[in-house]
C-alpha cells in the first residue's frame, strides 16, 4: 500500500498521514508496544474505496529496537511452516 495500490481491492485511492501532528494517537493508541517503556508510531494508510488499513512503524530506530527486543518468528526451533 505504501507504493500507491490497495492489495484488497486495487484501488490506487491510498491516503496516509505521515507527517500527522501527535500520530502516535491518544493515549498511544496509534502505536504498538514495543518494551516495557518503549511504544511505536505508526503510519497508517488507508484505503479510501474499500477502507483497508495498513500500518507500519514510523520510525527506523524503533524498527532496530524489535528486532533486538522481540523473537523472530523464524527463530523457533520447532517450527511448522
Ligand atoms: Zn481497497
Known amino acids: 500500500m505504501k507504493q500507491g495500490k490497495c492489495p484488497k ?6 491516503y496516509s498521514a505521515e507527517d500527522l501532528p501527535l500520530k502516535s494517537g491518544p493515549f498511544g493508541s496509534n502505536s504498538i508496544p514495543i518494551s ?5 508510531a505508526l ?6 474505496d474499500c477502507g ?6 514510523a520510525e527506523e530506530y ?3 529496537k524489535i528486532s533486538q ?5 523464524n527463530d523457533t526451533a ?4
Not at 43 to 48: A, G, L, R, S
Open 52 to 57: 483497508l488499513v495498513e500500518s507500519y512503524v
Open 36 to 40: 516495557l517503556t518503549a511504544m511505536a
Open 43 to 48: 503510519d497508517n494508510y488507508v484505503c479510501v
Open 78 to 81: 520447532d517450527q511448522k511452516d
Open 62 to 64: 524503533m524498527l532496530k
Open 69 to 73: 527486543k522481540w523473537k523472530s518468528v
Open 9 to 14: 481491492c486495487g484501488s490506487v485511492n491510498i
